[in-house]
């Protein structure tokens, strides 16, 4: 068995391939070169405890007691009859030289154990288990081991492991507890060289965990073997070789398995040491490494120490391998078969709930790396792309420490891309590899089997395949929960948002605003999916002629009569959409005021914009009892990339006391006609200039309602602003109201994000809150879609 700094001691399994057979009987016998008789296996959690065989090539196998005698006689002297004697002996059973041959030929020859007809030696192929160590390389040589490790088996000595134990129980406790993380982490990220040290420290103490399971193992009076390193499941590992230790006890065993994480908290009270001598707080970092690695290391999933402690405590050394006869012995047709009683009572039971646990969670972990693998893809890239910037602006200002950091960064998001592709591809080879081999002679077997295999590509293919959401970073917003996970694969359809129904979605408020809270809540526009006839859709808005409906809420209602809409909806790659609606309304005296203003933008593409314009002057001429008007702006993005959104609504009310004279009339009609010019010609306008330009409107409109004796009480009277949606100081102008909102984030895939507040601000008109697009959108020469021609003017972030 092999320990790595992940911990995983790959313990070799059953045979892989059989060696080529003899075709002559074997009258003198010989073992291959290199064969080790360890024996029995003490401690053993099988009824007939095996005994342990290791070959040249360092791999460890089990054998029946009769096996193991058989080959014990194999020694190049004794002929077959011989061999069949001793055996009787051993095993207490009558053993014919028939059946020596027949063991030798189909169990020990197979497997390596014994040399060929010829006398040469066998060709053996060494287990290759899916979750076993990779691309090894070797360092030290069992000599060397010996020697590097032979100082440190002083630490295993019982008061010093207190000594240790117990001060490494209470540096977690001050440092986790009282002295805190915040300084050490603002200090190593403050020093990129600090940072190359605690990464440095980090990887020479897994290579020193290493160090304890050789002096463990030595200790017990095991001899370890070659360590070095390779690549463990997504990352890199070291190794060490203690396959010896099998043949010490149960004590001696779990004594080696847990000398890695023993050494681990050795590492923990020296570097507490290091600080209370020199003070840089940056070192209680690898504390808090250790503590992680340790954890990390009980996961009794995956080969790290964990598993192999359960192994050596049950006295089943490989539990992968009773994977398939403990899910076959769970059948109700096979529960009094033979070999459902192979272990004792106590172990099967450790061991099936090891196999019930284990199984659906790697099966699960499987599952979620398949359908997560193109969000981690694209999220790897886009962070590597900022570290690479980053990197370049390092050597530019010729920071080594910094570029260093920045390197080992990409590298430590690339390997576990490049880790899992490896394990999906390796995977999906043995896969095939089987089924081949399997039904080799049966065609319509294999017909199947490769159906089976096409069906699965297909679905890969299915789930992998680019359609503009696919390959989207994770945005810090997103919770990244299963349904998230799922979503492109198993849309969430019956979870969504309805009418009267309470539940959770991604909101998207404007950047800089004070949040809504449980205590202060604030009253906001959420639009949810309502289930509507096919083909409907409002009629008489700005933009009548919209795409086709793929939102998951319902379209926004038609304005009724004197009501102002913008409505752009853009479901087009790489275009622009633009929307804009000016109106003019005037209120004869007494009418109830209660006209309004909308701007909705919505956009469901790649590359795109939507851009929305609602701009609406009410005049009011007498008195009026009920002034109620409305102002309301929406935009949303759904399975959008790179897009953005963008609604305004921007509206003036304004109380008179009579008609304007004409002079004032010809005035408003000039400054009306320019508006209307405006916002004919507003798709070649930046979107940070509109706002100010309507504003700048307003103002002039009401400059010219002050100024007509005929619409007010005295020429020099002043004009007191109230919120629009409330009536107004008698012969007074009410001030502008406007409300905006728009969005120029990325928006998770399948959610429709919570618009911001659509209550009235107060007077005067706050600036609408979007994001500027990560790269630059077209724009169209005329309004409504178009292809794009230039780059779309964006301001600076809120």
């Not at 010093?160 to 009282?178: E, Q, S, Y």
């Not at 900022?386 to 950091?405: H, I, R, W, Y």
């Not at 945005?475 to 849309?491: F, I, K, M, N």
């Amino acid at each position: 068995m092999t320990h790595t700094s992940g911990g995983p001691r790959t313990q070799a399994g059953p045979p892989s391939s059989a060696a080529p057979t003899g075709d002559h009987p074997l009258h003198t016998p010989a073992r291959a070169d290199g064969v080790q008789l360890i024996g029995p296996s003490e401690g053993s959690g099988y009824r007939e405890p095996p005994s342990l065989v290791r070959r040249a090539d360092g791999q460890t196998l089990q054998l029946t007691p009769l096996l193991f005698a058989v080959l014990e006689a194999v020694d190049g002297t004794r002929t077959e009859e011989e061999v069949a004697r001793h055996a009787s002996e051993a095993s207490g059973r009558l053993i014919s030289a028939d059946n020596v041959r027949t063991l030798m030929d189909s169990q020990l020859l197979p497997l390596g154990l014994l040399r060929l007809a010829d006398g040469s030696q066998p060709e053996v192929r060494k287990a290759d288990p899916l979750l076993g160590m990779r691309f090894r390389y070797t360092v030290t040589d069992p000599e060397r081991t010996r020697r590097i490790t032979a100082p440190f088996t002083v630490l295993f000595n019982p008061l010093v492991v207190v000594l240790v134990t117990l001060a490494f129980l209470a540096a977690c406790w001050w440092v986790l507890m009282v002295k805190g993380l915040g300084s050490a982490t603002h200090e190593a990220f403050e020093n990129p060289v600090l940072l190359l040290l605690i990464f440095a420290v980090t990887i020479l103490s897994a290579g020193f965990h290493e160090f304890g399971h050789a002096a463990a193992a030595r200790r017990g009076g095991a001899t370890p073997g070659a360590m070095g390193a390779g690549l463990y499941l997504i990352w890199p590992a070291f190794f060490t070789d203690v396959t010896d230790s099998y043949r010490l006890g149960r004590g001696g065993r779990i004594r080696t398995d847990l000398g890695g994480l023993y050494f681990n908290a050795v590492v923990a009270v020296g570097i507490m040491g290091l600080w209370w001598a020199t003070g840089f707080d940056a070192l209680l970092l690898v504390v808090v490494t250790q503590i992680l690695q340790m954890v990390r290391q009980l996961l009794p999933l995956v080969r790290f120490d964990g598993y192999h402690i359960l192994a050596d405590a049950t006295g089943v050394p490989d539990l992968f391998q009773r994977i398939r006869p403990v899910l076959l012995g769970l059948l109700p047709w096979r529960w009094g078969r033979p070999e459902n009683r192979v272990l004792k009572p106590w172990a099967r039971a450790v061991v099936t709930l090891w196999v019930l646990v284990t199984v659906p969670l790697l099966l699960f972990s499987l599952a979620m790396m398949v359908l997560a693998l193109p969000r981690l893809l694209a999220t790897a890239w886009s962070s590597a792309a900022k570290q690479q910037e980053l990197l370049a602006g390092s050597l530019g200002a010729g920071d080594l420490a910094g570029a260093a950091v920045r390197v080992l960064a990409i590298a430590a998001v690339a390997l576990p891309m490049v880790g899992m592709l490896y394990i999906l591809v390796r995977l999906l080879r043995q896969l095939v590899t089987r089924l081949w081999r399997k039904t080799s002679g049966h065609a319509l077997r294999r017909t199947a089997a490769m159906g089976a295999v096409a069906a699965l590509l297909a679905g890969l293919a299915w789930a992998w395949w680019p359609d503009g959401g696919t390959y989207r970073p994770v945005q810090p917003y997103e919770r990244g929960t299963l349904a998230d996970a799922t979503a492109s694969v198993l849309p969430a359809s019956g979870t969504a948002l309805r009418e009267g129904g309470s539940g959770r979605t991604v909101a998207l408020w404007p950047e800089g605003a004070a949040k809504p809270t449980r205590e202060n809540p604030q009253l906001s526009m959420v639009l949810v999916p309502v289930d509507a006839p096919a083909g409907a859709g409002p009629a008489g808005t700005a933009n009548s002629e919209a795409p086709s409906w793929v939102f998951p809420f319902d379209r926004p209602a038609a304005p009724e009569e004197g009501g102002n809409q913008a409505l752009a909806v853009n479901t087009t790659d790489g275009s622009v959409t633009y929307s804009v609606a000016f109106a003019l309304v005037w209120a004869e005296d007494g009418e109830p005021v209660d006209t309004r203003n909308e701007a909705y933008a919505f956009a469901s593409c790649s590359g795109c914009a939507a851009v929305a314009v609602g701009f609406q002057v009410v005049l009011i001429v007498g008195q009026a009892d009920v002034v109620v008007p409305e102002n309301l702006s929406a935009a949303a993005n759904y399975n959008c990339l790179e897009c953005l959104t963008y609604a305004l609504a921007s509206q003036l009310v304004l109380t008179l006391d009579g008609p304007l004279s004409e002079a004032g009339m010809a005035s408003l009609q000039a400054l009306w006609a320019e508006i209307a010019e405006y916002g004919r010609n507003i798709q070649n306008v930046p979107l940070s200039e509109i706002q100010a330009t309507l504003s700048s409107y307003k103002a002039q409109i009401m400059a010219i309602v002050q100024a007509d004796p005929s619409a007010t009480q005295s020429s020099a009277q002043e004009a007191t602003p109230a919120p629009s949606g409330e009536p107004g100081p008698a012969q007074a102008p009410t001030a502008p109201a406007s409300s905006g909102t728009g969005t120029g984030a990325t928006a998770p895939a399948g959610t429709a994000p919570a618009t911001a507040p659509a209550t009235q601000p107060a007077p005067g008109d706050a600036p609408p809150s979007y994001a500027p697009v990560e790269t630059p959108l077209p724009t169209a020469d005329t309004g409504g879609t178009a292809p794009a021609a230039e780059p779309l003017p964006t301001t600076n972030p809120t």
